[in-house]
């Protein structure tokens, strides 16, 4: 008996892809080795991706509050294709009130967007 998936794939029409790994995959690798140079361990890496072929690589780290503390710290290295820069934030979150506030910015490396053609609206 042939099992159906409970959710069949969609065609997305040609003007509505998004991009593919092997496209981004030299981006990803980059924002990976400026992190893995910038950021303590553990890191956790997402990457988002989109209909209209824009993407985000977003690597952090979380560094908890201390005992005499209420502040936690989340250091950030990001890349979104329609800026193309590679961007480092220190985030210091307030745990109690869930306030969050940009401590320190920098930008790395700009990278080309890899993918050759956007389409926008």
Same mark, same amino acid.
């Given at each position: 008996?042939?099992?159906?998936?409970?959710?069949?794939?969609?065609?997305?029409?040609?003007?509505?892809?998004?991009?593919?790994?092997?496209?981004?995959?030299?981006?990803?690798?980059?924002?990976?080795?400026?992190?893995?140079?910038?950021?303590?361990?553990?890191?956790?890496?997402?990457?988002?991706?989109?209909?209209?072929?824009?993407?985000?690589?977003?690597?952090?780290?979380?560094?908890?509050?201390?005992?005499?503390?209420?502040?936690?710290?989340?250091?950030?290295?990001?890349?979104?294709? &329609?800026?193309?820069?590679?961007?480092?934030?220190?985030?210091?979150?307030?745990?109690?009130?869930?306030?969050?506030?940009?401590?320190?910015?920098? &930008?790395?490396?700009?990278?080309?967007?890899?993918?050759?053609?956007?389409?926008?609206?």
């Amino acid at each position: 008996m042939s099992k159906t998936h409970p959710y069949p794939e969609r065609q997305l029409p040609e003007d509505q892809i998004v991009p593919s790994m092997e496209t981004i995959g030299p981006v990803v690798d980059q924002v990976v080795a400026i992190a893995r140079q910038q950021l303590k361990r553990p890191i956790s890496v997402h990457i988002e991706t989109w209909e209209d072929q824009e993407f985000e690589v977003r690597v952090t780290h979380w560094s908890a509050p201390g005992v005499n503390t209420r502040y936690g710290y989340e250091s950030i290295i990001q890349y979104h294709s &329609d800026r193309e820069t590679i961007r480092g934030v220190l985030i210091e979150e307030d745990t109690e009130t869930d306030e969050r506030e940009a401590l320190l910015q920098m &930008d790395f490396n700009p990278i080309r967007d890899p993918v050759a053609a956007k389409n926008r609206d």
